[in-house]
């Protein structure tokens, strides 16, 4: 039977393939958050790797790749077209062009793994070992090219377990990643020519490994301190989630309101407990280096020899010198109570079209997020010294998900992640982010503090455990400790250059166990010609 649908898949030709192919890429997006329907990857991959082996051209390798990843993003990715729905009037022409463009850009990459996975000719498991340090390699540049878009990266279908998100302190989420396609794509090998062992070894040392790496995970919680039980002493943060609609955000008559509102949950009963408050991105709508007096009002939330930590844009320059040509930053503010300001970071990894539009002069439009002018990039990434607190290392909204490129040359104590996923309502998007940021915090080894405007507000301790959340389209305040730093983890030393190793052995694995087709690929020209020989 598996031989008989792998032999229908591979004689599959032209449009039904990409079709086909596409429709395996909705399915593995399944697998992602929130839903997790991790079983669902195993059709997923099957069906991508018995197309693949029908391919014969370079174009159609190509093609099975793209359209599986145009499928994938489309189904992954919906929800960036939510942010044009904030204001529909002036941006509805964008919304296909942000979710189709997106996917089908980022599909290039997939695209590229299933044309070098075919181009070797590898047959038998090595094929599957091939895909897989490809589909890394792809996953590692879409991290970088064009500034980079990794999300939802394979592992990241793990944040369903606590258990399983532990590999990524040895590895990253690269580690998690491989495993997951292995598992995925290892039984196509059930429907290959040869013996018993050529056929079921693959997936039988696929799942082995899954099931040492849920062991590992175990093993490393059983020995871990109970949740919550390792914390900073003398410290109580309050984490404000004040649930304010995008679309009213920046409104001129209710940006006061606004900061009464979260000045209110800040002060709310058990206030004379906490050390610190804490706000989501732009939380303050106004540029406050140019305004001494509401520094001042704000100035109250944060207690004697502390820092009251929030979000809000800002520009160079005091109240006298701030001309309207100095650069404005998305910034993390810590703020004394007279009103000074302790310390600022400054976001440096900015969102294409949400706050600059590349290549402006050219395009001609404007950023979706308020005002007309574009975010300048901070110097990058810096941990921040705070009074009263231990080193933290800030980041805001989604340069949280860059694996191995959240820590500075100091390594901090903490991360904080502000954030304001407003823009993507209850959709997917919102829990993809909080995934992503519960795996930093296990490739680190540092506890995760989040504040979101609408949420996932929460507070992670280094083994990715949720402590403490807040959920999506709720207002109220987390009252918690700040759980204490492992020592560096494998990946914390290692970082990006984790993943060579890991492709080195799944080229040289795959290479022992692969069979070689002659000849290997062809050009589309080639096949015409070899087709009319024959």
Not at 58 to 77: D, I, P, Q
Not at 239 to 247: G, K, R, S, T
Not at 262 to 284: C, F, K, R
Request: charged content about 15%.
């Amino acid at each position: 039977m598996l031989r008989a649908w792998a032999m229908g898949l591979s004689n599959v030709t032209g449009r039904r393939r990409l079709a086909l192919a596409g429709a395996f890429g909705l399915l593995a997006a399944g697998a992602l958050p929130p839903l997790y329907i991790l079983p669902l990857l195993i059709p997923a991959f099957v069906g991508l790797v018995w197309l693949m082996d029908g391919t014969t051209t370079r174009s159609a390798a190509f093609g099975v790749g793209w359209a599986f990843g145009v499928g994938y993003f489309l189904a992954g990715l919906y929800w960036v077209g939510i942010a044009m729905t904030v204001d529909f009037a002036a941006f509805w022409w964008f919304l296909p062009i942000a979710v189709g463009g997106l996917s089908v850009g980022l599909a290039l990459f997939t695209g590229a793994a299933t044309l070098v996975a075919r181009w070797l000719g590898w047959r038998g498991p090595g094929r599957i070992l091939l895909l897989t340090a490809a589909w890394l390699t792809a996953e590692w540049l879409r991290g970088w090219v064009l500034t980079g878009f990794p999300w939802n990266l394979l592992g990241s279908v793990w944040a369903v377990s606590d258990v399983m998100l532990q590999p990524a302190a040895l590895g990253g989420v690269w580690l998690l990643s491989a495993l997951t396609l292995i598992a995925a794509a290892a039984p196509a090998t059930l429907a290959d020519a040869g013996g018993r062992l050529q056929r079921w070894g693959l997936p039988a040392a696929a799942y082995g490994l899954l099931l040492l790496a849920a062991a590992g995970g175990a093993l490393r919680l059983g020995l871990a301190p109970l949740p919550g039980e390792a914390a900073v002493p003398d410290l109580r943060l309050r984490i404000v989630q004040p649930n304010i609609a995008q679309e009213l955000k920046w409104q001129r008559e209710l940006r006061l309101q606004h900061l009464r509102d979260q000045a209110n949950l800040s002060m709310a009963p058990g206030w004379e407990d906490i050390t610190h408050v804490i706000w989501p991105e732009t939380a303050v709508p106004f540029l406050l280096n140019r305004d001494s007096a509401l520094l001042r009002e704000l100035g109250q939330l944060a207690r004697p020899d502390s820092v009251f930590l929030f979000g809000a844009p800002t520009r160079d320059g005091g109240e006298d010198d701030a001309g309207p040509d100095r650069p404005i930053y998305n910034s993390v503010l810590a703020l004394r109570q007279d009103g000074e300001i302790a310390a600022r970071y400054d976001k440096f990894h900015l969102v294409p079209f949400g706050e600059y539009v590349p290549f402006r002069g050219w395009l001609g439009i404007d950023k979706i997020t308020a005002g007309r002018r574009d975010f300048t990039p901070g110097p990058g990434l810096r941990t921040l010294e705070l009074p009263g607190l231990p080193p933290v290392g800030a980041l805001i909204c989604y340069e949280v998900i860059f694996s191995g490129r959240v820590v500075g040359e100091t390594r901090p104590a903490w991360l904080l992640n502000l954030t304001n996923d407003a823009w993507f309502g209850r959709s997917s998007g919102p829990h993809q982010h909080f995934a992503t940021a519960r795996l930093r915090a296990v490739e680190e080894g540092l506890p995760l503090v989040r504040a979101a405007n609408t949420g996932i507000s929460a507070v992670i301790d280094p083994y990715g455990r949720t402590l403490q959340r807040l959920n999506l389209d709720s207002a109220g305040t987390i009252d918690a400790a700040l759980p204490e730093a492992l020592a560096p983890t494998p990946y914390a030393h290692l970082g990006r250059w984790a993943l060579l190793p890991m492709i080195v052995l799944l080229l040289l694995a795959g290479r022992l166990l692969a069979r070689t087709e002659r000849p290997a690929l062809e050009t589309r020209a080639d096949a015409i010609r070899l087709e009319r020989d024959a």
